[in-house]
């Protein structure tokens, strides 16, 4: 497992499309004030921590897991009430959102926009991705980081996570 590691962590992704324009570096600076390095640390923009769901104690370390004792609010449904659930969702690298999609650990949301969007936390909230079957509305709790800045500040940061 561990040469498995070395060899996927080896790999490189393929260049991103988009230009590490004014914009984008505005949204690195947004990035580092909002203390995103915090969980999502470069190089690899991720610590490779586990954060805790609702219902885990953030102190308990099982096995070897590195334990990052900080909430987001995810839906705790897939970390708690599934066959390999653990109680904890691991930090995912922000390298290559630029061709990735369906963000979220449920694949609930399709693009930055909307995970910027604090509708997303309503009930009346029409996922733009995975919604569950039989389900038309309902929110997409969790991660309000980013939430409360101005939609230029919004835009900064996207074409700054695009370019990773």
Known sequence: MYALALYLYSLEQPASPHPLDERARRGGEIFAREGCPDCHTPPLYTSNEVVPVDG????ARPGRLDVLPRRVGTDSSLALRTRKG???Y???TLRGLWYRGLYEHSGSVSS????FDP???????????FRGRGVARRAVPGHRFGLGLDAEEKQALIAFLRTL
Do not use: S
């Open 56 to 59: 885990v104690d953030a102190g």
């Open 86 to 88: 653990t109680g904890y």
């Open 90 to 92: 691991k930090i995912p």
């Open 112 to 115: 930055l926009e909307d995970w």
């Open 119 to 129: 509708r997303r936390l309503r009930d009346d909230y029409v996922p733009t991705g």
